[in-house]
């Protein structure tokens, strides 16, 4: 080792101050950019999970019969959470619960709820509240969304779409997290 550093030594003595500060300069920059690199390592693929079970005992989907929201049910019970599963179409809750129950994830329970997000009003939700209020509720997924049927500029839309858009992605969601968080 002494055979490398040595003569690296002696040179960085003998080079003018200018060459000095940029090769320390470097050499910060070298050692600030493997940190993060190797923090972003540790975040992302070595530090365990968080476990979500200490939150509570269930998670609440939205839009859960389809999609990111399906994956969102499966992953939350491998993880041994149970799921309250929210959705407007109630055949397709009842045959994700039975597929789930068949997949008899240890200690984890199903339940859903049928809430059309569209109309999200007092009573549907006071109906979903009442539903699920003796439940130990600590990971909310807001998942329930939609986008306009055909790509278009925004400016191009009917204003009862806008209202659509406007209930469903915001309104739905904002009372979610009032009534769960």
Known sequence: MTAFVTPFLESFASAGLS???????????????????????????????????KLGEWALVTGATDGIGKAYVYA?????ISVVMVSRTESKLQALKEEMEEKKYDGVSFKYVVVDYSNFDETVRNHLYNETKD????????????SYRYPRYFHELKSEEVDQLTELNISSTTWMTKLYV
């Open 135 to 146: 439940l130990d509720i600590g990971v909310l997924v807001n998942n329930v969304g939609m």
């Open 76 to 80: 939350l019970a491998k993880r041994g």
């Open 19 to 53: 060459v000095q500060l940029c090769i320390l300069v470097g050499l910060v920059v070298v050692v600030r950019t493997a940190k993060e690199i190797l923090e972003s390592i540790y975040v992302y693929f070595l530090r365990p999970a968080k476990d979500l079970k």
